[in-house]
């Protein structure tokens, strides 16, 4: 693996262009580098009085320096580094090498900002005697250079903190409402499995009445039609109800489903519907008998009569299915 200080802050596969807002601020920069390069290099020609070879070099490193800006982004340790060199003998580019050091700052790890940082102070003394301050000694510049230096440092870790606060804190948002659809979904699908199970119950039960009906009326021609009224009236009334209980089942689906994790919105029968079955399978000429041993069937439990209900609906059904004359216990 590469070193941290040869890796790019932002790679071209990630980042090809610079967005509107990159563009802002680099151009902001790279003016403010410019002005205030131009003053430094000003108040020290008017101070100092320096050579013309000198003035031309700093003149000529600080518009480079500034120029570096542009590329801060793509390799921030290496332009800070370069810009740092520069800095030696060019006080055009002071203002180029604070935001090349913020920029590290913002990008890299704080070893990687020492070590940008002590690469600096290492040009100081070349700086001073190249530009020598007949008003402050030594020291005075060099106090002030760090102060600067470690007052653009902390800003620029501010920033990287504040950056990394606010992504941790948007990842774990897209992280949660992301499982929560997830849950939603999952819940939506369930809901949507247990209606279509309760579908599979209900029409079951009503198809097989229409089919022992339609199959009398097929195999008893020589019935009375009062027997074929009733069985017909039994087939109306059976259709009907199974249409009403598909729309009902069909237009639950269509809506949004409850997530609630509670049971089937419809139908829902209950163990209180047990005696209603017995006497729908008895009029569709079934021979049934039935000993019921609970006192109060409203006192079971909803999740409990719903399930006793469906097992002798299915059983019924299959024995229609299967044995049309045999009798039901």
């Given at each position: ?65 500034c120029t570096l800006l542009w590329w801060r982004r793509r390799w921030p340790v290496q ?251």
């Amino acid at each position: 693996m590469l070193p941290e200080v040869l890796v790019p802050a932002e790679p071209d596969a990630v980042h090809p262009k610079r967005s509107r807002r990159d563009w802002i601020v680099d151009s902001t920069f790279f003016v403010v580098a410019l002005l205030f390069g131009a003053v430094v290099v000003g108040s020290v020609a008017e101070a100092d009085n320096p050579s013309d070879e000198l003035l031309f070099f700093d003149v000529v490193g600080g518009l480079i320096g500034c120029t570096l800006l542009w590329w801060r982004r793509r390799w921030p340790v290496q332009i800070a580094i370069a810009v740092t060199l520069i800095g030696a003998f060019s006080a055009f580019s002071s203002a180029a090498g604070l935001i090349a050091l913020f920029t590290v700052a913002v990008h890299r790890r704080f070893s990687t900002v020492l070590l940008v940082v002590l690469a600096g102070l290492v040009t100081v003394p070349i700086y001073i005697w190249l530009h020598p301050d007949a008003t402050d000694p030594f020291w005075v510049s060099l106090v002030f250079i760090v102060l600067v230096t470690v007052a653009t440092v902390a800003w620029g870790m501010f920033v990287r903190a504040r950056r990394q606060l606010v992504l941790s804190l948007r990842e774990r948002a897209e992280r949660a409402e992301a499982e929560q659809q997830l849950r939603v979904e999952q819940a939506r699908q369930h809901e949507r499995a247990r209606i279509a199970r309760e579908m599979h119950d209900v029409l079951a039960h009503r198809i097989s009445l229409l089919s022992m009906h339609a199959g009398a009326l097929e195999f008893r021609p020589d019935a009375t039609p009062e027997e074929i009224e009733r069985a017909a009236g039994i087939v109306r009334a059976s259709a009907h109800q199974a249409l009403q209980d598909l729309r009902e089942v069909i237009g639950v689906l269509r809506e949004e489903p409850a997530v609630n994790g509670g049971g089937p919105e419809r139908p829902q029968p209950t163990l209180a519907n047990l005696p209603a079955l017995l006497e729908e399978s008895r009029e569709a000429g079934m021979h049934v008998s039935a000993a019921c041993r609970v006192g109060e069937l409203e006192a079971v439990p909803d999740g409990i009569g719903r399930n006793a209900y469906r097992i002798v609906q299915e059983a019924l059904t299959n024995a229609r299915k299967h044995a049309h004359d045999a009798r039901s216990r």
